[in-house]
């Protein structure tokens, strides 16, 4: 058969197809009911079908959808506004994605150097184990020699050291070096938090060696720790920062915040986008900042995280043959397995739970932000029915 599958086959997708969903639920083609502790990898933050999310999308499909960035567009100044307002960022450059604000990110540290008379400070080192999307640069950014594998000539200008290693980092700073970049909780590299002293001695050498710091907080950021940023549990603050996931609530829309002075190098023409910050983009971007930031969804983020951190710490004392630990903050938890993450993923699937894999042989659970201590214990209940049935299988062997 010389068939190709019409969709180009680059996911190891499950064979199941979700018509509808509602909060933390999803409920498949023949009727099934899924308890979404994956959220679309961390982009439903306010779950599915979100009352004030569909409202504001709905509203702004009746009025206008598209009008490029040749015309001001007044809730993209508005959202930029409430940005800028709630983070450290004085300026905003929204996208349609996360790997288009990590470039933004990218070309604003270059641009930066190149405006100050050194063109040759392009180089950005980053930590092993990041991820930072899948364009050319951001698998370059990355290091992950499974992405770079059969793409041409990796992108120049990224060095890359050991997480966590200081010494290293030393090392490799040079003349040429731009900016740092970090994700404060490695996601898709197994959930590795960057301790706060770290992130404390990154922004010193950025400082004292005139480089920018950029954080990815494409997946940690907009509540996913019950912080609005995950920066502010270190309490260090980049220069530049790259969102998406959570800020689009399930809409495609990134984007690349950062200080004045990161900024000083961008002019007009100097970067650009077709559909990034549609009005479409901008009314649910908007409206999930409504609830966000509203004064007692954080605290009830961190409420019921801690009680799912409990709750999943005494899972694993429970099923020591299956679990290793529990890691993260907040509601981007990771389970360190000691049975094969896939395998448990598709025996939890089985159970209608949804996770999602990571690195190092790690679950990862992202609920939606709105889960109740409710759902926190459903999902205890069947990752322990899940468990049991490896449990047996360790036993036995
Ligand atoms: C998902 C992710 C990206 C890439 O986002 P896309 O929207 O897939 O381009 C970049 N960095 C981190 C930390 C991510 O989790």
């Known amino acids: 058969m010389s068939e190709f599958p019409p969709l180009l086959p680059t996911f190891a997708r499950a064979d199941i197809a979700f018509t509808h969903g509602e909060g933390a639920r999803l409920t498949a083609e023949n009727g099934d009911v899924y308890l979404d502790f994956g959220a679309g990898i961390a982009v439903n933050a306010l779950g599915h079908a979100h009352p004030h999310l569909v409202k504001a999308l709905t509203e702004q499909a009746n009025k206008v959808w598209h009008v490029s960035n040749l015309y001001r567009i007044p809730a993209q100044e508005e959202l930029a506004k409430r940005l800028v307002a709630n983070t450290f960022a004085d300026t905003v450059f929204f996208t349609n994605s996360g790997v288009e604000a990590i470039e933004c990110a990218i070309k604003i540290a270059r641009r930066y150097h190149f405006k100050k008379g050194h063109p040759e400070r392009f180089h950005i080192i980053t930590f092993e184990g990041a991820f930072h999307g899948r364009t050319l640069a951001g698998i370059a950014a990355g290091g992950q020699e499974k992405y770079l594998e059969g793409f041409g000539p990796k992108v120049q200008g990224f060095d890359q050291v050991p997480f966590g290693d200081l010494k290293a980092l030393d090392e490799m700073i040079g003349p040429h070096t731009a900016a740092l970049m970090i994700e404060p909780i490695q996601g898709e590299g197994g959930l590795r938090p960057a301790d706060a002293e770290f992130l404390r001695a990154l922004r010193k050498r950025c400082d004292e060696q005139d480089m920018l710091l950029i954080f990815d907080e494409v997946q940690t950021g907009v509540g996913r720790t019950g912080k609005f940023f995950a920066h502010e549990w270190a309490g260090v603050t980049p220069d530049i920062m790259a969102i998406a996931k959570g800020i689009g609530g399930g809409f495609p829309l990134g984007a690349c915040l950062c200080t004045a002075k990161a900024a000083s190098g961008i002019e007009k023409g100097s970067h650009g986008t077709t559909f990034g910050g549609n009005p479409l983009a901008m009314a649910v971007g908007n409206a999930v900042l409504d609830v966000v930031l509203a004064p007692d969804f954080l605290p009830r983020v961190q409420k019921v995280a801690n009680y799912a951190k409990q709750q999943l710490g005494s899972l ?82």
């Not at 659970?365 to 299988?393: H, M, S, Y």
């Open 316 to 397: 694993i004392a429970e099923y020591p043959d299956v679990f290793e630990d529990v890691r993260g903050q907040g509601l981007m938890l990771g389970l360190k397995m000691k049975v094969p993450n896939t395998e448990f993923l598709d025996a939890l699937r089985a159970k209608k739970m949804l996770a999602v894999g990571a690195g190092a042989n790690v679950i990862r659970l992202l609920p939606p932000l709105i889960i109740t201590e409710d759902d926190v214990r459903e999902a205890v209940k069947l990752l322990g029915e899940t468990a049991a049935t490896f449990q047996k299988k360790a036993a036995a062997e």
